[in-house]
């Protein structure tokens, strides 16, 4: 190999080199700690005008504890509030399993989340890292959530018609879920007219509608999969979760619902994210 032809090759060498630290770097050091917003126009037909523009904020897989600490919650709430919802939603995985809780830093957390503003309510599930904690119940009712485990609630705003909003634990409880959605089917069958306008599901696996027997829902919100955390151009997300095979993408239509999962906002197993930004989601219900 003559002089040049080395010279060339060694430049190809290092610039290699360099792309994977400066890759690596950017996703260990930089990309886990954005925040952005992904928002989404849900058009829906006779959509009452008292509805009309209704925002949902929608956050998940915050895996606190991990990257995400109090100035990454800071951060969130400042941008929450900016978007001036009228819910907020969380679909789990608050607290990451590594996580070192104590008296102390549950206060902390309950005092920034209690710093969301929505004009009509918060709600909140847990997700399977949040099954390690006996504070998360106190956290979330600590921080003006509605713990939405296996229960559910009707939402009003200036006027008679109504959103119905449902909740489901993470599959990790190893509870049916069938059992778990029985209330809030029975209370949605016990209609026969004038029932709620719309009607939202909170699950913290996407992969859960697999086992449902029934499926009334309108909107379905998920977490879990972090969208893969490490997507490759072409390729898409590098790891997939158990509880989220089948669905991992932003938006899916199955049958008459609209799934939408969360990116997430932290990181889980490793501190690492790539092409793959954490966020969280800004639905706008609008009139057809």
């Given at each position: 190999m003559n002089k040049e032809k080395h010279f060339s090759f060694l430049k190809l060498f290092i610039t290699i080199i360099l792309l994977i630290i400066v890759t690596l770097a950017y996703g260990f050091l930089i990309?886990?700690?954005?925040?952005?917003?992904?928002?989404q126009k849900i058009t829906i037909t006779n959509l009452p005008d008292n509805f009309n523009g209704f925002k949902i904020v929608?956050?998940?897989d915050l895996?606190?504890?991990r990257v995400f600490n109090?100035?990454?919650?800071k951060k969130l709430v400042q941008s929450i509030n900016e978007q001036e919802p009228d819910i907020v939603v969380l679909t789990g995985d608050l607290i990451d399993k590594d996580t070192k809780m104590t008296n102390s830093l549950a206060e902390k957390i309950s005092n920034q989340l209690n710093k969301i503003d929505s004009t009509t309510g918060k709600y909140a599930i847990s997700g399977e890292d949040d099954l390690k904690f006996d504070e998360w119940t106190n956290i979330i009712t600590n921080s003006g959530f509605t713990n939405l485990n296996n229960s559910y609630d009707t939402i009003y705003k200036n006027g008679y018609e109504s959103i119905f909003i449902a909740g489901l634990s993470t599959n990790q409880d190893k509870l049916n879920v069938n059992e778990k959605l029985k209330a809030p089917i029975e209370y949605l069958n016990s209609f026969e007219k004038n029932g709620p306008i719309y009607k939202i599901l909170l699950i913290h696996e996407p992969d859960t509608i697999n086992d449902m027997s029934t499926n009334p829902f309108d909107l379905i919100l998920a977490g879990h999969s972090h969208g893969g955390q490490i997507r490759l151009p072409l390729i898409g997300p590098i790891i997939i979760q158990e509880g989220a095979k089948k669905y991992h993408e932003n938006h899916y239509k199955i049958e008459n619902s609209d799934l939408y999962i969360s990116n997430g906002l932290g990181v889980s197993d490793f501190n690492f994210r790539l092409f793959n930004t954490p966020s969280y989601n800004l639905y706008r219900l609008v009139k057809k």
């Amino acid at each position: 190999m003559n002089k040049e032809k080395h010279f060339s090759f060694l430049k190809l060498f290092i610039t290699i080199i360099l792309l994977i630290i400066v890759t690596l770097a950017y996703g260990f050091l930089i990309e886990p700690t954005l925040i952005t917003v992904k928002e989404q126009k849900i058009t829906i037909t006779n959509l009452p005008d008292n509805f009309n523009g209704f925002k949902i904020v929608h956050i998940s897989d915050l895996h606190y504890g991990r990257v995400f600490n109090e100035k990454s919650l800071k951060k969130l709430v400042q941008s929450i509030n900016e978007q001036e919802p009228d819910i907020v939603v969380l679909t789990g995985d608050l607290i990451d399993k590594d996580t070192k809780m104590t008296n102390s830093l549950a206060e902390k957390i309950s005092n920034q989340l209690n710093k969301i503003d929505s004009t009509t309510g918060k709600y909140a599930i847990s997700g399977e890292d949040d099954l390690k904690f006996d504070e998360w119940t106190n956290i979330i009712t600590n921080s003006g959530f509605t713990n939405l485990n296996n229960s559910y609630d009707t939402i009003y705003k200036n006027g008679y018609e109504s959103i119905f909003i449902a909740g489901l634990s993470t599959n990790q409880d190893k509870l049916n879920v069938n059992e778990k959605l029985k209330a809030p089917i029975e209370y949605l069958n016990s209609f026969e007219k004038n029932g709620p306008i719309y009607k939202i599901l909170l699950i913290h696996e996407p992969d859960t509608i697999n086992d449902m027997s029934t499926n009334p829902f309108d909107l379905i919100l998920a977490g879990h999969s972090h969208g893969g955390q490490i997507r490759l151009p072409l390729i898409g997300p590098i790891i997939i979760q158990e509880g989220a095979k089948k669905y991992h993408e932003n938006h899916y239509k199955i049958e008459n619902s609209d799934l939408y999962i969360s990116n997430g906002l932290g990181v889980s197993d490793f501190n690492f994210r790539l092409f793959n930004t954490p966020s969280y989601n800004l639905y706008r219900l609008v009139k057809k």
